[in-house]
């Protein structure tokens, strides 16, 4: 599982034979090229992407790297139909903070986006499991940097559990909800909308003819994924962590910095995939941004031993 | 860091400036670290691209099923973020759709191919893409010389717009909810189906008109184009909803005698083909249209082995 360092020179030449070269600077006019260069190339020379092995499955990982990083974060990304809606400002947050000397992971879970598995036999625990080896994959990394969890939407809840158990320097929480059944709910409601569009009274289906389904056993496709009765029954016990809802509580019991990030100051198209179009691709983030980085930093500084 | 993880591959290139970021789905016998497609003379491999501003996993990580499913079937398969998008370099095009709509991302997607014919010997590549991704794909048919065919799932011939007016949300909102709404919603469609007669059924003001062009110039050449349509709200089969212009019967008016277009319908899924059923049969459609394009002999061993999975 050595994430890093388990690349054998026969990937590695793969992976120099994929490195092509600009003959434009224009986006649209380019074309490519074969260059045997090195392979870090472009922009964010540093950014790697991979695979991280856990039981039963490969992660995919892109590793923001920083040569001598103030601090590591391992971000912990939302739900799986809202993964593709937070992808771009999540992308850009990692991007901003590596530009900073913060190095970043990001992730998919286990059976979601580029990682393999199989959604319908996930847990909650599976997903858990990741977000632990991967925190201890960073800790381990050199040099030694504070290492924090930060989490997103149902994230925050998986970032909030693993930090409860003594892993991770700090906690950033965005958008928490209290337990994953909220997420899954606004995701089920979300489908029910779209099922119940231009169909008028017996037509339409409540949510609850669709929870019943869920409550008796059955799978149910919402988004493209497969959930699980178990799922569901799972995401009402699966809870922010008592003490993580406000920052004033949690640093006395946690003894180590926490931030809760409200989710009506996050807004779209970070959270709410519904109201997410190709309008908000763009939208500036760089407040939400500067403030959560300012926190990071003050929260590791070495002086640091009050909660902020 | 593995770069491949069963018969995934992370795989990059750059371009314009910026380094794109995607996945490999290798077939059967194509072993990582040795010389690819060697061993076939009649390698076609498949690109997908990202359905608009999405990444390239796609909504319910539909295309990695379908490049899988491909890949297992013979035929290399490739998943790549544009620029901008995913985990790839470079901005977002503002406004992004003004941007696809007049082909934006067609020579990247180009040089791409080009890139992926070299380092995997590839015969060509098909080009397949959903929604936006779609007009993107048609476009690069027009200009890519290794592009084989064109897969166009739920593409749109009209100018689209990032933000549609507040007020005109709204109003679908409200009659996609309530009965009078709906009332509303019906008599604006009659009103729009005079108009479309009034104006003896020619395009509409806000046809996409460089798309049409393309389409018109390739479609007739003989590149096999697979065109996927979903169900649409308020229509009846694959007919447009009442008041809405003909493009499907437009464009297979306007293709040529010598054209190889294959028009299929999906009953009862959505625009995202992620659910359980729009998913299978995207892949059921594919494969055997693939099959009939692009027949070999290794793929006819695949499929009696695994089947039409």
């Not at chain 1, 997103?152 to 909030?160: Q, R």
């Not at chain 1, 928490?176 to 909220?182: F, I, L, V």
């Not at chain 2, 594919?286 to 027949?295: D, K």
Request: charged share 20%.
């Amino acid at each position: 599982m050595a994430l890093g360092d388990s690349r054998t020179k026969t990937e590695e030449l793969i992976h120099l034979r994929w490195t092509f070269k600009q003959r434009s600077a224009r986006v649209n006019t380019g074309k490519a090229q074969v260059a045997a260069t090195q392979c870090h190339a472009g922009n964010h020379p540093a950014e790697e992407a991979g695979y991280f092995e856990v039981p039963g499955a490969h992660l995919y990982t892109v590793l923001h790297g920083v040569a001598n990083p103030t601090a590591r974060v391992l971000l912990v990304g939302s739900f799986a139909s809202e993964r593709h809606l937070s992808y771009i400002p999540w992308v850009r947050w990692a991007r901003y903070l590596a530009a900073r000397s913060v190095e970043c992971l990001r992730f998919d879970y286990r059976g979601i986006g580029e990682s393999t598995g199989v959604f319908e036999e996930m847990r909650f625990e599976n997903w858990l499991e990741d977000v632990a080896l991967l925190a201890q994959w960073l800790k381990e990394r050199s040099p030694e940097a504070p290492v924090i969890l930060h989490g997103l939407e149902l994230g925050a809840l998986l970032a909030g559990k693993v930090f409860e158990t003594g892993v991770g320097d700090g906690l950033l929480l965005w958008a928490a909800p209290r337990t994953a059944n909220h997420v899954l709910r606004a995701t089920l409601l979300r489908r029910v909308a779209l099922d119940n569009a231009f169909k008028y009274g017996g037509d339409r289906k409540s949510s609850e003819d669709y929870i019943k389904q869920l409550e008796s056993g059955d799978f149910l496709e919402v988004g493209g994924y497969q959930w699980s009765s178990q799922l569901w029954q799972d995401s009402f016990q699966v809870e922010l962590p008592a003490n993580l809802g406000d920052e004033a509580s949690a640093f006395p019991v946690h003894e180590r910095p926490v931030r809760t990030v409200k989710e009506e100051k996050l807004g779209a198209p970070l959270i709410k995939g519904s109201s997410v179009g190709y309008e908000a691709i763009n939208r500036d983030f760089s407040g939400l941004f500067d403030d959560n980085f300012a926190w990071i930093v003050q929260s590791q500084a070495p002086s640091q031993g009050e909660p902020h | 860091m593995k770069s491949a993880a069963g018969a995934r591959e992370v795989i990059a290139v750059l371009t314009g400036g910026n380094r794109l970021w995607g996945t490999y789905h290798r077939p059967p016998g194509d072993r990582p670290g040795l010389p690819r497609g060697l061993e076939e003379k009649n390698r076609i491999g498949v690109l997908f691209l990202n359905p608009g501003f999405q990444p390239r996993a796609a909504q319910g990580d539909s295309s990695v099923y379908w490049a899988e499913s491909l890949a297992e079937c013979g035929y290399p398969s490739f998943r790549f973020d544009l620029p901008g998008l995913g985990d790839s370099e470079g901005d977002v095009p503002e406004p992004m759709l003004d941007f696809i709509n007049a082909g934006g991302y067609a020579t990247v997607v180009s040089a791409m191919i080009h890139e992926l014919v070299q380092q995997f010997s590839l015969a060509g590549v098909v080009v397949a893409g959903l929604c936006a991704g779609a007009v993107t794909a048609l476009y690069t048919g027009g200009v890519s010389k290794e592009c084989r065919g064109v897969i166009l799932m739920d593409p749109y011939f009209y100018q689209t717009k990032d933000q549609r007016p507040r007020i005109r949300v709204a109003l679908t909102e409200w009659s996609s909810r309530s009965r009078l709404g709906a009332v509303v919603s019906n008599v604006y469609d009659r009103l729009r189906y005079l108009g479309l007669l009034l104006r003896g059924n020619r395009l509409p003001g806000n046809a996409n008109r460089p798309l049409l062009r393309c389409w018109k110039q390739l479609a007739p050449t003989g590149m096999p184009i697979l065109l996927l349509k979903a169900p649409a709200y308020k229509a009846e089969g694959i007919k447009p909803r009442v008041g809405e212009f003909d493009y499907l019967s437009y464009l297979q008016a306007s293709a040529g005698r010598g054209n190889r277009v294959v028009v299929k319908f999906i009953e009862g899924t959505n625009h995202s083909f992620a659910d359980a059923l729009g998913k299978a049969a995207v892949r059921e459609h594919t494969q055997q249209w693939l099959h009939s394009c692009f027949p070999s002999v290794e793929r006819t061993q695949a499929v009696a082995v695994n089947g039409w999975r």
